[in-house]
């Protein structure tokens, strides 16, 4: 896939050790493995995401870039928490997304979660995830799991309870270390009638957590303060 910095990502799986062109061991039995190129097809790095089991053994997935020039990468797991997966598995297999910087290191990860048993037909639960504009983030699978985990709604297929038919599932996550509230400027003064000579206070009475402050006073002394409450203006 061709991106921003006129290179390209390979995406696929590995279960090799360190050997050609793989500059990691494995962490299980296979893992994510993304191998990042310039506009020539020079290698610049390559980096292996996984736990102790399969990664991406029926199917890798897609792999993104992000707004910040990282990358977001998804598949399925086998694994519980190991290596760079950070979550245990809440069924046989769930799809699994990893979260880079520019550089291939992991910056968060996220399974998603639904039970699922070895029943679950055909094993697919592979993952494809893209960030939206508003830096939430679009996943899409199939799985044939009932309500359970993330999963609010029962498969619709209610007919067979051996391989029961699969169904789309789309959620969106978003980062929680972005919500915050935007600060909304309110404040009081001393006096409402401003006279020479006359010393006034400002009082700050913003709401939601404001961290820095820049008044303007034309034609006072002083006429400019960053302080939160300036007073004797």
Same mark, same amino acid.
């Given at each position: 896939?061709?991106?921003?910095?006129?290179?390209f990502l390979i995406g696929g799986t590995s279960s090799s050790g360190i050997s050609g062109d793989k500059t990691q061991p494995s962490y299980g039995?296979?893992? *994510?493995?993304?191998v990042k190129l310039d506009s020539l097809?020079?290698?610049?790095?390559d980096?292996?995401?996984?736990?102790?089991?399969?990664?991406?053994?029926y199917e890798f997935g897609y792999v993104r870039q992000t707004l910040d020039s990282g990358y977001l990468i998804s598949g399925e797991s086998f694994s519980d928490s190991s290596g760079v997966k950070s979550e245990n598995n809440m069924g046989f297999i769930q799809p699994w997304i990893v979260k880079t910087d520019s550089s291939g290191h992991v910056e968060w990860d996220k399974t998603i979660f639904y039970y699922?048993?070895?029943?679950? *037909?055909p094993y697919w639960e592979t993952a494809y995830a893209i960030q939206l504009k508003n830096s939430c983030?679009?996943?899409?699978?199939?799985?044939s799991a009932g309500i359970s985990g993330e999963k609010t709604q029962p498969n619709w297929d209610t007919t067979t309870t051996w391989h029961p038919t699969p169904d789309f599932?789309?959620?969106?996550?978003?980062?929680?270390t972005l919500n915050f509230s935007i600060p909304q400027i309110n404040l009081s003064s001393s006096d409402s009638t401003f006279c020479e000579?006359?010393?006034?206070?400002f009082t700050d009475l913003s709401t939601n957590n404001p961290t820095s402050w820049q008044w303007h006073f034309p034609g006072a002394s002083p006429d400019t303060s960053t302080l939160q409450n300036p007073t004797n203006i």
């Open positions: 896939m061709l991106f921003r910095s006129n290179g039995l296979s893992d *994510y493995w993304i097809g020079n290698k610049q790095w980096k292996a995401y996984g736990g102790n089991a399969y990664e991406g053994s699922n048993d070895s029943n679950s *037909y983030y679009g996943i899409a699978s199939f799985t599932w789309i959620c969106v996550f978003c980062d929680s000579k006359q010393c006034i206070d």
